[in-house]
């Protein structure tokens, strides 16, 4: 019941959307209101202006005219007009605001009652009596006061007439207008006054013999008429488009409903079933095609896309069904490798938790579903921790794989006790040697031995570490940079050592933290990083990653992510105590017998170069060993032979290689053998001695101890 009811109020229109028919009506309407308010605004212009003119033209001439038949007596009139305005300026401003009143003309009075002024003020009368001006008068405009002030006005009406002395204030286009006329032009001035009303006001100059202007005849015209006549014009005007705008939206919408509004509706119940057959699953085709729309050029080209638009959605949706199925095997295969990418890199923490001498973590949030991005750390032994982090070019599944073989690649060669230079180079070798996709990682590898505090680390092309000394601040460290892994064979990469005391904390990232960009295109920044970091020195390295990734999303204020975000923070707390099984150590056990003397050595160089021991030193040790064993051979068991020890191991602080032979020989200390005088010739010389003095100038430390019955002589070489 529901469904029917929603599929009928759809075919209905609602208030809120307006049909065609009322679109129309409501254009066509305000469409011919815009054009008839701009008709009759330039015809009221027109009208106006034509009017106006004709009143400043009339106003004008009269005020000329009667300036003509005043000339044969200016005389008397500047006379007037003198005495007018000295007595008006020897008032004061508190007096001459007292206009028209009765104590503000008796100050005129006997100007009024004389016989020249009547003389004038009649002949003005005939000029008034003979015309339709509205008034006619003589005033001066005086710049002085900003003000009208009347000279003679032949009005007699007490209500609207004036004395001499009276006077109005102007603005200043009114005073500019009268006081600076060229002859050019009329002078007129056009007001709304609140006791006149609409008037124009023009006027002439009178002047004396000398050419300077005695006063203005100025005549007023009522612009009544002028406003009554545009008044009537728009109510007239109105009432005329009124009917023709409705004639016209009528006419419109008759059209326009059947034209157009009949084949839309056609089109749209066609679609309507359309939509209904596709919702319950109906197999119907043909919705469109038999229309027959020949009214309207569009709408049948309408009618014809349709039909082809119904064609095209069926085979699009044969296409998506296909497309969807293979989207998802493609999501569960994306989300698959994302796990299997995740569990590649180190998650767990405290990732040691055993260890108090040091702390570490890492995150990765990769821009795709899998990334570019990889980091790991793990233990070369109990003093050593191998720390890397690197980010491969481009993004996506690419990028993931070329990040899996990259991180096998790195890990297994530091596993096999290659320094950083040396993982970097063997890496970047084998990279190259197949790379036709010419993709490249940056990477930065180090090695801490957590016993001394020594970082030993190289960098290929990757972003600065940032280091914070103990009770310190965080700074980047500008280490050497080589080029990127993948990128030219052939490169050899250098390693730089760091000495971190107890305390001292590392921060690792990648490009997508420092290169994360605001939606004001905006970068993070090294800078930013460094900042942040500074905030607060103390907090714990899941902390300090966590706060750093808090502070990119702040600064990138909701904009993508277009690149991974990894980072790694350790903290190295104090040193690593070194115990006897955490030390290099190889043994064996031979027969005091002179063929073992090769065994011996063999096993010593081998120990000797696992532990890349110099070439010289390694040679001083090895003539030492065989001569220790020589003279075991020769004198512990003889005429017996019996087990030899051999111990060699590596010590630390300072380092140095330690070996140790114990038999069960006679009991004999060769270091109380007295050194042989070598100044002497050999016949001249005590025999023995020569042997173990020599051990004694190769080697850094020799000690003996008789222990369990047996001799223990240990010999030291440092590194």
């Known amino acids: 019941m529901s469904d029917d009811n929603s599929e009928e109020s759809s075919e209905k229109p609602s208030k809120s959307v307006p049909t065609v028919s009322k679109v129309v009506l409501r254009s066509t309407a305000v469409g011919s209101v815009i054009l008839a308010v701009v008709a009759l605004l330039v015809g009221l212009a027109m009208y106006a202006i034509a009017l106006t003119n004709q009143y400043i033209t009339l106003s004008y001439n009269l005020a000329r005219t009667a300036s003509l038949a005043l000339s044969k007596q200016v005389d008397e009139l500047e006379v007037i007009t003198n005495s007018v305005m000295e007595r008006y300026h020897s008032l004061s401003a508190e007096d001459r605001e007292k206009t028209f009143t009765e104590d503000y003309r008796r100050n005129y009075l006997d100007i009024f009652a004389g016989d020249s002024y009547q003389d004038i003020r009649e002949l003005m009368n005939q000029f008034l009596n003979d015309s339709d001006l509205f008034g006619v008068y003589i005033g001066v405009y005086d710049a002085r006061t900003k003000a009208l002030v009347y000279i003679i006005d032949p009005d007699e009406n007490l209500a609207t007439g004036t004395y001499p002395g009276d006077w109005e204030p102007v603005e200043d286009h009114e005073l500019d207008e009268f006081l600076n006329w060229n002859m050019d032009t009329k002078t007129y001035s056009i007001a709304n006054t609140e006791k006149w009303g609409w008037i124009c006001t023009s006027g002439y100059p009178i002047r004396n013999a000398n050419g300077d202007i005695v006063a203005f005849v100025l005549t007023d015209v009522s612009l009544h008429e002028l406003v009554t006549g545009i008044k009537s014009f728009i109510i007239q005007f109105t009432l005329a488009m009124l009917a023709v705008i409705a004639l016209l939206a009528v006419m419109s919408v008759y059209h326009l409903r059947k034209k157009v509004v009949l084949p839309i509706n056609a089109i749209a119940d066609a679609a309507t079933t359309y939509a209904n057959d596709k919702k319950n699953g109906n197999e119907v085709g043909n919705h469109f095609e038999n229309l027959n729309i020949k009214s309207v050029f569009e709408l049948k080209k309408l009618g014809e896309l349709m039909a082809k638009m119904e064609d095209y959605i069926s085979l699009h949706e044969k296409n998506i069904q296909e497309m969807t199925a293979k989207n998802q095997r493609i999501e569960t295969e994306l989300s698959l490798a994302t796990r299997i990418q995740s569990d590649m890199l180190p998650s767990e923490y405290p990732a040691f938790p055993d260890r108090d001498d040091f702390d570490i973590y890492a995150r990765m949030v990769p821009a795709k579903e899998v990334g570019?991005?990889?980091?790991?750390?793990?233990?070369?032994?109990?003093?050593?921790?191998?720390?890397?982090?690197?980010?491969?070019?481009?993004?996506?599944?690419?990028?993931?794989?070329?990040?899996?073989?990259?991180?096998?690649?790195?890990?297994?060669?530091?596993?096999?006790?290659?320094?950083?230079?040396?993982?970097?180079?063997?890496?970047?070798?084998?990279?190259?040697?197949?790379?036709?996709?010419?993709?490249?990682?940056?990477?930065?590898?180090?090695?801490?031995?957590?016993?001394?505090?020594?970082?030993?680390?190289?960098?290929?092309?990757?972003?600065?570490?940032?280091?914070?000394?103990?009770?310190?601040?965080?700074?980047?460290?500008?280490?050497?940079?080589?080029?990127?892994?993948?990128?030219?064979?052939?490169?050899?990469?250098?390693?730089?050592?760091?000495?971190?005391?107890?305390?001292?904390?590392?921060?690792?990232?990648?490009?997508?933290?420092?290169?994360?960009?605001?939606?004001?295109?905006?970068?993070?920044?090294?800078?930013?990083?460094?900042?942040?970091?500074?905030?607060?020195?103390?907090?714990?390295?899941?902390?300090?990653?966590?706060?750093?990734?808090?502070?990119?999303?702040?600064?990138?204020?909701?904009?993508?992510?277009?690149?991974?975000?990894?980072?790694?923070?350790?903290?190295?707390?104090?040193?690593?105590?070194?115990?006897?099984?955490?030390?290099?150590?190889?043994?064996?056990?031979?027969?005091?017998?002179?063929?073992?003397?090769?065994?011996?050595?063999?096993?010593?160089?081998?120990?000797?170069?696992?532990?890349?021991?110099?070439?010289?030193?390694?040679?001083?040790?090895?003539?030492?060993?065989?001569?220790?064993?020589?003279?075991?051979?020769?004198?512990?068991?003889?005429?017996?032979?019996?087990?030899?020890?051999?111990?060699?191991?590596?010590?630390?602080?300072?380092?140095?290689?330690?070996?140790?032979?114990?038999?069960?020989?006679?009991?004999?200390?060769?270091?109380?053998?007295?050194?042989?005088?070598?100044?002497?010739?050999?016949?001249?010389?005590?025999?023995?001695?020569?042997?173990?003095?020599?051990?004694?100038?190769?080697?850094?430390?020799?000690?003996?101890?008789?222990?369990?019955?047996?001799?223990?002589?240990?010999?030291?070489?440092?590194?």
């Not at 069960?664 to 016949?683: I, M, Q, R, T």
Request: proline letters at 4%; hydrophobic letters at 40%.
């Open 372 to 719: 570019g991005d990889f980091y790991d750390y793990f233990l070369l032994d109990n003093s050593h921790l191998v720390m890397m982090i690197a980010d491969v070019s481009g993004k996506g599944v690419p990028a993931a794989l070329f990040m899996m073989m990259a991180k096998l690649l790195l890990r297994n060669a530091a596993m096999e006790g290659m320094s950083p230079s040396a993982a970097l180079t063997e890496v970047n070798e084998a990279i190259c040697r197949n790379n036709r996709e010419e993709m490249f990682v940056t990477v930065w590898l180090g090695i801490l031995d957590l016993s001394t505090g020594v970082l030993t680390a190289a960098n290929a092309g990757h972003e600065f570490p940032i280091l914070c000394r103990s009770n310190g601040n965080y700074e980047a460290v500008k280490d050497k940079h080589d080029f990127v892994i993948g990128g030219m064979p052939g490169i050899k990469y250098r390693q730089y050592e760091l000495h971190l005391e107890p305390g001292c904390r590392l921060f690792l990232y990648t490009d997508g933290v420092a290169e994360a960009t605001s939606s004001s295109l905006n970068l993070f920044g090294l800078d930013e990083i460094v900042d942040t970091l500074n905030q607060r020195t103390d907090l714990a390295p899941k902390d300090i990653c966590d706060a750093v990734y808090d502070g990119v999303i702040e600064f990138v204020q909701g904009a993508p992510q277009f690149d991974d975000i990894t980072m790694m923070s350790i903290h190295y707390k104090k040193r690593y105590e070194l115990k006897e099984s955490d030390m290099p150590l190889r043994r064996m056990t031979v027969k005091s017998t002179i063929d073992q003397l090769e065994p011996v050595t063999g096993m010593v160089l081998d120990f000797l170069n696992e532990q890349d021991c110099p070439k010289r030193e390694k040679h001083q040790i090895c003539v030492v060993i065989d001569e220790i064993f020589s003279n075991i051979v020769n004198y512990s068991y003889v005429p017996e032979v019996g087990d030899v020890d051999i111990e060699i191991k590596v010590e630390q602080n300072p380092t140095a290689v330690s070996v140790r032979f114990s038999d069960g020989g006679k009991k004999f200390n060769p270091l109380e053998v007295s050194d042989p005088d070598v100044s002497l010739s050999a016949e001249e010389r005590d025999v023995g001695g020569l042997g173990i003095m020599m051990v004694k100038k190769l080697m850094d430390g020799v000690s003996y101890e008789y222990k369990e019955q047996k001799n223990v002589l240990s010999i030291k070489k440092f590194l």
